[in-house]
């Protein structure tokens, strides 16, 4: 027989106890109330829940403090906060300090009851999942910023509630959502990331939603769509800035019905997908131009989480290049990691890397490659030079904290095709340095040398590049992929 389980009612109205502790009761838990927080916290004391639902206004204090107290003690009782009816702030208050789920006031109990069912799903779930520290590992950081950074993963990772993570490019923001996933309940179902960027415009219905055999030309079978196969799981979706306003639609319809209709089929397919979002552009700015629909962005933007750039957390930057030099030298076949030498590190500290992390392995990775000793210098980083007055006048970005401008007289020598070459000024670069190689191989090497220096002045940020060189989006990430640039 299945074991009988419980929860915790606490609220100081009689007839909302009691309105809850028959609610539950007839979906088969054990019901302790208490109405005030001291009362709660005595419960908790003697018992285990599967279950706590709390009102926000207590006699003696904030259902707000039961939240953090429950998560912080007992992480394996889900918590949902009753909140007043459109009192948003508390119901996101509430979510951050660690509860599972928020309903609000009257409680509609067709909602409550639904999720009731998901805390015990996914504890269910959560109890069969395997130690998250795997992943969670991976996310390195002992600054005060990654500090808190990592608290909030750990209480977001409790609730079901959209996450959206903002941060630059490179920084880490889909290493986050893999954190919060693998730190959730939904840890034993697929974490399913979506670039949207990366879709073309006409496949995306299909892709998000699968379709039926015979649907469309080349509908050969049927195909389920991004959302069944996070099914249980997650779905991030990274770049959502570049969704296509017409499947801005489509996508909120498919998270508010919690359900999705592939095409060409005739019923709709019921979903049970958590959203994780991620951009490294001002989506509210998007919004206020009418380029994002602001339906869709309060929808995903329950809890924003910022990944700090690593420019702003350089105390991480020692431990950080020595995890990433571990890892690439594992992945070699090396036993012992080479170390950076002091110079090398003061090197790393004074620039900027406008492309985060990502910048930093690739850094680390070419000097690896390149360097010959156990210990990486300065010299083997090849970090871009400090502009000499001769170099174009700094761009906005320069002066916002990008690294300086390359010296214009760089030497040919670093553009190597398919190797992360420092930008160089496409002016620069005379024909008869490259009088022995082919047309096409000269023209790449101009057009591989403008893209680097675009990315460069642009701190890496690809639509900002692309608008620069005159090119959609997509034509510069098939050129990136073409040209080996990462
Ligand atoms: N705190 C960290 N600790 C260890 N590795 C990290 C950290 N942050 C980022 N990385 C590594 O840096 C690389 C880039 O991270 P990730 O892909 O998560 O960035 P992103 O912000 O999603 O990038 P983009 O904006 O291009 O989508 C990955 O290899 C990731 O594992």
Known sequence: MAETRSALVVDD????????????????????????????????????????????????????????????????????????????EAAVEALKAGAFDFVAKPVDLAVLRDLVRHALDLNERRKSAPP??????????????MATLRGTIAKVARSQAPVYIVGESGVGKELVARTIHAEGARSTGPFVPVNCGAIPAELMESEFFGHKKGSFTGAHADKPGLFQSADGGTLFLDEIAE????????????????????????????VDVRILSATHKDLAALVADGRFRQDLYYRIN??????????????????????????????????????????????????????????LENILERALALAEGDSLTAEDLRLPKPATPAAPAPSAATAAGAPPA????ASPALMVPGQPAQAIDPRTLNPRDTASSPLPSYIEEIERAAIQQALQENRYNKTRTAAALGITFRALRYKLKKLGID
């Open 406 to 409: 390359p010296a214009a007289a």
């Open 302 to 359: 329950v809890i924003e989480l910022r990944v700090p750039p690593l420019r702003e957390r350089q105390d991480d930057l020692p431990g950080l290049a020595e995890k990433v030099l571990q890892r690439l030298s594992l992945a070699q076949g090396r036993v012992f990691p080479p170390t950076l030498s002091a110079d090398a590190l003061d090197t790393l500290r004074s620039y900027a890397f406008p492309g985060n992390v990502r910048e």
């Open 132 to 145: 998250a520290d795997v992943v969670a590992a991976r996310l390195y950081g002992q600054s005060p910023a």
């Open 13 to 88: 109205e009689r007839d909302i106890r009691e309105l809850l502790v028959m609610t539950l009761g007839r979906m088969g838990l054990r019901c302790d109330t208490a109405s005030t927080l001291g009362e709660a916290r005595g419960q908790l004391a003697r018992n285990r829940y599967d279950l706590c639902l709390t009102d926000m206004r207590l006699p003696d204090g904030s259902g707000m403090d039961l939240v953090a107290e429950i998560s912080q003690k007992h992480p394996e009782t889900p918590v949902a906060m009753i909140t007043a009816f459109g009192n948003v």
């Open 243 to 270: 969704l296509p306003l017409a499947m801005q639609v489509k996508l909120l319809r498919a998270i508010q019905e919690k359900s999705i209709r592939p095409v060409g089929a005739n019923a709709e397919v019921p």
